[in-house]
């Protein structure tokens, strides 16, 4: 990919903000064809410090709700003010994704970059928590940290050097994610693909002078990555 949008955004200010492989790039291929109408409103889930939330507002013109557990809603909104932003485009959240504070049917889509795995293993997690607040004909997309093949009975040991197995249990593989969200009553699965921003976007994260970054490049710089990928998801909602 040439990565024409998210090339707009290689600035100290939104490096600074990753936190973890370059989410601008997974977005950009995640959403390249996407079906999310005009103007839509989106829900940003587990958005982190708001550079996708950015990003989604700026590039493809959605109001977004930047919903997040652990980043402050209150540096989020200063950061969207820097940017430009104003709250009838964007709305940092202070949100637990297993008690989201919406309405039902609230939202047209909801997006998810490098987060749906915390807590998406749940097999009612979709179901249950997730899809009643996606409108019937909804869109989810969702990038995810996976395996190309899952081997937690036989961990590599290029991946220990930087990860417990409790952490790479949280990252599977195509299959698993396939077969985890067949199990969800009321969606459309329209695609379960690796991701060819994979190594892009790993390449820009073990660039950042950042401790979690440091600490990724002990597996990478290993040969780690050729265990690893990411997973694109969309879903809509019947």
Same mark, same amino acid.
């Given at each position: 990919?040439?990565?024409? =949008?998210?090339?707009?955004?290689?600035?100290?200010?939104?490096?600074?903000?990753?936190?973890?492989?370059?989410?601008?790039?997974?977005?950009?291929?995640l959403?390249?064809?996407?079906?999310?109408?005009?103007?839509?409103?989106?829900?940003?889930?587990?958005?982190?410090?708001?550079?996708?939330?950015?990003?989604?507002?700026?590039?493809?013109?959605? =109001?977004?709700?930047?919903?997040?557990?652990?980043?402050?809603?209150?540096?989020?909104k200063?950061?969207?003010?820097?940017?430009?932003?104003?709250?009838?485009q964007?709305?940092?959240?202070?949100?637990?994704?297993n008690?989201?504070?919406?309405?039902?049917?609230?939202?047209?889509?909801?997006?998810?970059v490098?987060?749906?795995?915390?807590?998406?293993?749940?097999?009612?997690?979709?179901?249950?928590?997730? !899809?009643?607040?996606?409108?019937?004909?909804?869109?989810?997309?969702?990038?995810?940290?996976?395996?190309?093949?899952d081997?937690?009975?036989?961990l590599?040991?290029?991946?220990?050097?930087s990860?417990?197995?409790?952490?790479?249990?949280?990252i599977?593989?195509?299959?698993?994610?396939?077969?985890?969200?067949?199990?969800?009553?009321?969606?459309?699965?329209?695609?379960?693909r690796?991701?060819?921003?994979?190594?892009?976007?790993?390449?820009?994260w !073990?660039?950042?002078?950042?401790?979690?970054?440091?600490?990724?490049r002990?597996?990478?710089?290993?040969?780690?990555?050729?265990? !690893?990928?990411?997973?694109?998801?969309?879903?809509? =909602?019947?």
């Amino acid at each position: 990919m040439k990565y024409i =949008r998210s090339k707009k955004y290689e600035t100290n200010q939104i490096l600074e903000k990753m936190m973890g492989p370059n989410p601008l790039k997974l977005l950009e291929e995640l959403l390249e064809h996407h079906r999310i109408p005009q103007r839509a409103t989106v829900m940003d889930l587990g958005s982190g410090q708001g550079v996708t939330s950015v990003f989604l507002a700026r590039e493809y013109g959605f =109001r977004v709700f930047a919903a997040d557990l652990w980043s402050s809603p209150t540096e989020n909104k200063r950061f969207f003010d820097r940017m430009g932003l104003t709250t009838e485009q964007i709305i940092p959240i202070h949100a637990d994704a297993n008690d989201l504070p919406f309405a039902e049917e609230f939202f047209d889509a909801v997006i998810s970059v490098d987060s749906y795995h915390y807590f998406g293993r749940d097999p009612e997690y979709l179901g249950k928590r997730l !899809l009643p607040f996606v409108k019937h004909g909804g869109f989810l997309y969702i990038a995810i940290p996976g395996m190309k093949r899952d081997c937690h009975e036989d961990l590599p040991p290029e991946l220990l050097l930087s990860w417990t197995p409790e952490q790479l249990d949280t990252i599977h593989d195509t299959v698993y994610w396939t077969n985890l969200i067949a199990q969800t009553e009321g969606i459309d699965l329209l695609s379960v693909r690796e991701m060819e921003s994979n190594e892009a976007a790993w390449n820009d994260w !073990l660039a950042c002078d950042n401790e979690y970054a440091r600490n990724d490049r002990k597996t990478m710089e290993a040969g780690g990555g050729r265990y !690893l990928n990411f997973i694109a998801v969309v879903l809509q =909602r019947k």
